[in-house]
Protein backbone atom coordinates (compact mmCIF):
# COMPACT_ATOMS: atom_id res chain seq x y z
CA UNK A 1 0.00 0.00 0.00
CA UNK A 2 2.85 2.33 0.21
CA UNK A 3 3.46 5.75 2.19
CA UNK A 4 0.01 7.54 1.97
CA UNK A 5 -0.34 11.50 3.12
CA UNK A 6 -2.17 11.98 6.00
CA UNK A 7 -1.20 14.18 9.33
CA UNK A 8 2.18 13.78 10.26
CA UNK A 9 3.50 14.53 13.87
CA UNK A 10 7.00 14.90 12.77
CA UNK A 11 10.19 16.26 15.20
CA UNK A 12 13.20 18.07 14.64
CA UNK A 13 16.55 17.09 16.27
CA UNK A 14 15.93 17.28 19.48
CA UNK A 15 12.98 15.62 19.61
CA UNK A 16 10.52 18.84 19.66
CA UNK A 17 7.16 17.98 17.20
CA UNK A 18 6.61 19.67 14.11
CA UNK A 19 3.19 19.46 12.97
CA UNK A 20 2.68 18.45 9.20
CA UNK A 21 -0.32 17.64 7.07
CA UNK A 22 0.97 16.62 4.40
CA UNK A 23 3.85 14.50 3.37
CA UNK A 24 7.02 15.52 4.51
CA UNK A 25 9.68 16.59 1.66
CA UNK A 26 11.93 13.93 2.49
CA UNK A 27 9.23 11.23 0.72
CA UNK A 28 7.70 13.82 -1.39
CA UNK A 29 10.97 14.49 -3.25
CA UNK A 30 11.74 10.49 -3.39
CA UNK A 31 11.16 8.24 -6.56
CA UNK A 32 7.20 7.45 -6.18
CA UNK A 33 7.79 3.68 -6.94
CA UNK A 34 10.27 3.81 -4.01
CA UNK A 35 7.88 5.82 -1.71
CA UNK A 36 4.87 3.29 -2.98
CA UNK A 37 7.11 0.25 -1.28
CA UNK A 38 7.59 2.05 2.26
CA UNK A 39 5.59 2.08 5.25
CA UNK A 40 6.25 4.49 8.32
CA UNK A 41 7.47 3.60 11.80
CA UNK A 42 8.37 5.53 15.07
CA UNK A 43 10.55 4.76 17.76
CA UNK A 44 11.49 6.40 20.86
CA UNK A 45 14.54 7.84 22.10
CA UNK A 46 17.30 4.85 22.26
CA UNK A 47 14.80 2.19 20.62
CA UNK A 48 16.56 -0.13 18.38
CA UNK A 49 15.68 0.25 15.13
CA UNK A 50 17.69 -2.75 14.06
CA UNK A 51 20.49 -4.65 16.08
CA UNK A 52 23.45 -5.95 15.51
CA UNK A 53 23.55 -9.69 13.56
CA UNK A 54 19.59 -8.61 13.02
CA UNK A 55 18.97 -10.06 9.05
CA UNK A 56 19.35 -7.35 6.28
CA UNK A 57 15.78 -7.63 5.11
CA UNK A 58 14.89 -3.95 4.96
CA UNK A 59 16.32 -0.48 4.33
CA UNK A 60 15.16 2.62 5.84
CA UNK A 61 15.11 6.11 5.22
CA UNK A 62 15.03 9.05 8.67
CA UNK A 63 12.09 10.91 7.46
CA UNK A 64 11.90 13.12 10.98
CA UNK A 65 14.18 13.08 14.12
CA UNK A 66 17.53 11.60 14.14
CA UNK A 67 19.17 8.11 14.21
CA UNK A 68 22.63 6.74 15.03
CA UNK A 69 24.62 3.92 13.89
CA UNK A 70 27.19 1.81 16.75
CA UNK A 71 28.82 -0.80 17.18
CA UNK A 72 28.38 -2.40 21.03
CA UNK A 73 32.12 -3.70 21.72
CA UNK A 74 32.21 -7.37 24.16
CA UNK A 75 33.72 -5.33 27.20
CA UNK A 76 30.12 -3.05 27.19
CA UNK A 77 31.36 0.12 25.20
CA UNK A 78 29.55 1.84 22.93
CA UNK A 79 30.97 2.96 20.00
CA UNK A 80 29.30 5.53 17.66
CA UNK A 81 29.75 4.91 13.58
CA UNK A 82 27.32 7.77 11.93
CA UNK A 83 24.76 10.12 12.38
CA UNK A 84 21.61 9.43 10.61
CA UNK A 85 19.66 13.03 9.64
CA UNK A 86 16.39 13.14 7.55
CA UNK A 87 16.47 11.95 4.36
CA UNK A 88 19.15 9.90 4.79
CA UNK A 89 18.65 6.30 3.22
CA UNK A 90 20.69 3.21 5.48
CA UNK A 91 20.89 -0.39 6.52
CA UNK A 92 22.94 -1.23 3.03
CA UNK A 93 25.44 -4.31 3.70
CA UNK A 94 26.51 -7.07 1.81
CA UNK A 95 26.26 -8.92 4.41
CA UNK A 96 22.81 -11.32 4.97
CA UNK A 97 23.20 -9.32 8.64
CA UNK A 98 23.95 -6.06 10.44
CA UNK A 99 27.43 -6.06 12.06
CA UNK A 100 26.15 -2.19 13.39
CA UNK A 101 22.81 -1.71 14.78
CA UNK A 102 20.97 1.90 14.62
CA UNK A 103 19.25 3.36 17.36
CA UNK A 104 16.81 6.92 17.42
CA UNK A 105 18.64 9.79 18.70
CA UNK A 106 15.09 11.55 19.55
CA UNK A 107 11.66 10.77 20.84
CA UNK A 108 9.03 10.60 18.22
CA UNK A 109 12.18 9.57 15.39
CA UNK A 110 9.91 8.72 12.28
CA UNK A 111 11.74 6.38 9.67
CA UNK A 112 10.48 4.79 6.40
CA UNK A 113 11.02 1.42 6.04
CA UNK A 114 11.22 -0.26 2.85
CA UNK A 115 11.61 -4.34 1.69
CA UNK A 116 15.28 -4.40 0.38
CA UNK A 117 14.52 -7.51 -1.90
CA UNK A 118 11.94 -5.94 -3.33
CA UNK A 119 13.75 -2.14 -3.65
CA UNK A 120 16.68 -3.98 -5.17
CA UNK A 121 14.27 -5.66 -8.17
CA UNK A 122 12.84 -2.40 -8.91
CA UNK A 123 16.71 -0.61 -9.06
CA UNK A 124 17.00 -2.67 -11.43
CA UNK A 125 14.45 -1.42 -13.98
CA UNK A 126 13.01 2.48 -12.26
CA UNK A 127 16.57 4.50 -13.50
CA UNK A 128 15.30 7.32 -10.44
CA UNK A 129 15.07 4.87 -7.64
CA UNK A 130 18.67 3.07 -9.16
CA UNK A 131 20.03 7.02 -9.12
CA UNK A 132 18.87 7.68 -5.60
CA UNK A 133 20.49 4.76 -4.04
CA UNK A 134 23.37 5.39 -5.68
CA UNK A 135 23.60 8.85 -4.21
CA UNK A 136 22.78 7.92 -0.87
CA UNK A 137 25.55 5.24 -0.93
CA UNK A 138 27.84 8.08 -2.01
CA UNK A 139 27.08 10.24 0.46
CA UNK A 140 27.58 7.81 3.01
CA UNK A 141 31.12 7.04 1.82
CA UNK A 142 31.79 10.58 1.87
CA UNK A 143 30.47 11.27 5.33
CA UNK A 144 32.66 8.81 6.97
CA UNK A 145 35.14 10.33 4.66
CA UNK A 146 35.02 13.39 5.93
CA UNK A 147 34.56 12.18 9.43
CA UNK A 148 38.17 9.76 9.23
CA UNK A 149 39.67 13.65 8.65
CA UNK A 150 38.31 15.37 11.26
CA UNK A 151 39.27 12.44 14.05
CA UNK A 152 42.63 11.45 12.46
CA UNK A 153 44.37 14.89 11.60
CA UNK A 154 43.57 17.27 14.12
CA UNK A 155 43.92 18.52 17.74
CA UNK A 156 40.87 17.70 19.90
CA UNK A 157 39.63 21.23 20.29
CA UNK A 158 39.77 21.32 15.83
CA UNK A 159 37.90 17.77 16.11
CA UNK A 160 34.61 19.51 18.29
CA UNK A 161 34.91 22.74 16.33
CA UNK A 162 35.42 21.47 13.05
CA UNK A 163 32.47 18.60 13.87
CA UNK A 164 30.03 21.71 14.47
CA UNK A 165 30.65 23.05 11.29
CA UNK A 166 30.32 19.39 9.70
CA UNK A 167 26.89 19.11 11.26
CA UNK A 168 25.67 22.96 10.66
CA UNK A 169 26.66 21.62 7.22
CA UNK A 170 24.39 18.63 7.10
CA UNK A 171 21.58 20.10 9.45
CA UNK A 172 20.90 24.09 9.59
CA UNK A 173 20.25 24.48 5.51
CA UNK A 174 18.61 27.96 5.41
CA UNK A 175 18.45 28.65 8.71
CA UNK A 176 21.40 31.01 10.01
CA UNK A 177 24.21 30.52 12.20
CA UNK A 178 22.25 28.71 14.74
CA UNK A 179 22.65 24.56 15.30
CA UNK A 180 20.49 21.99 17.26
CA UNK A 181 22.65 19.11 18.17
CA UNK A 182 20.97 16.04 17.66
CA UNK A 183 23.82 14.30 19.56
CA UNK A 184 24.63 14.92 23.14
CA UNK A 185 28.32 15.97 24.01
CA UNK A 186 29.22 12.45 25.70
CA UNK A 187 28.02 11.05 22.46
CA UNK A 188 30.49 13.66 20.28
CA UNK A 189 33.03 12.50 22.21
CA UNK A 190 32.93 9.27 21.40
CA UNK A 191 32.25 9.31 17.66
CA UNK A 192 35.32 11.82 17.71
CA UNK A 193 37.77 9.46 19.67
CA UNK A 194 38.31 12.30 22.38
CA UNK A 195 36.68 11.95 26.58
CA UNK A 196 33.28 13.81 27.06
CA UNK A 197 35.29 16.12 29.19
CA UNK A 198 37.47 17.07 26.77
CA UNK A 199 34.52 17.65 25.02
CA UNK A 200 33.12 20.29 27.23
CA UNK A 201 36.68 21.81 27.60
CA UNK A 202 36.16 22.87 24.27
CA UNK A 203 32.69 23.90 24.23
CA UNK A 204 34.02 26.28 27.27
CA UNK A 205 36.70 27.52 25.30
CA UNK A 206 35.31 28.01 22.10
CA UNK A 207 32.87 29.99 23.89
CA UNK A 208 34.90 32.12 25.30
CA UNK A 209 37.08 33.03 22.55
CA UNK A 210 33.78 33.80 20.70
CA UNK A 211 33.40 31.26 18.09
CA UNK A 212 30.34 30.25 19.29
CA UNK A 213 27.54 30.92 21.36
CA UNK A 214 25.74 28.99 23.94
CA UNK A 215 21.95 28.98 23.65
CA UNK A 216 21.07 26.49 25.47
CA UNK A 217 22.09 22.72 26.19
CA UNK A 218 22.27 21.46 22.77
CA UNK A 219 21.78 24.55 20.68
CA UNK A 220 24.77 26.55 19.16
CA UNK A 221 25.28 29.65 17.50
CA UNK A 222 28.38 29.43 15.01
CA UNK A 223 29.94 32.60 14.84
CA UNK A 224 33.35 31.96 13.04
CA UNK A 225 35.85 29.56 12.53
Known sequence: MGIVEEDIQMVDALGTPITRHRLPEVLTTEPARLRALGHLRRFRREQDIYVQEERTDTWYRVVSGAACKYLMRTDGRRQLIDIYLPGDLFGFTARFHHRFAVQAVTDGTLVACYPRHRV?????????????????????????????????????????????????????VGTGNGLALPISRYDIADLLGISAETVCRAFTDLQERGVISLQGPRRIRLNRR
Open 120 to 172: EVLAEEDVETALEIRSQIIEALERLQEQLLVTTTMTAQEKVLEFLFYLHRRLS
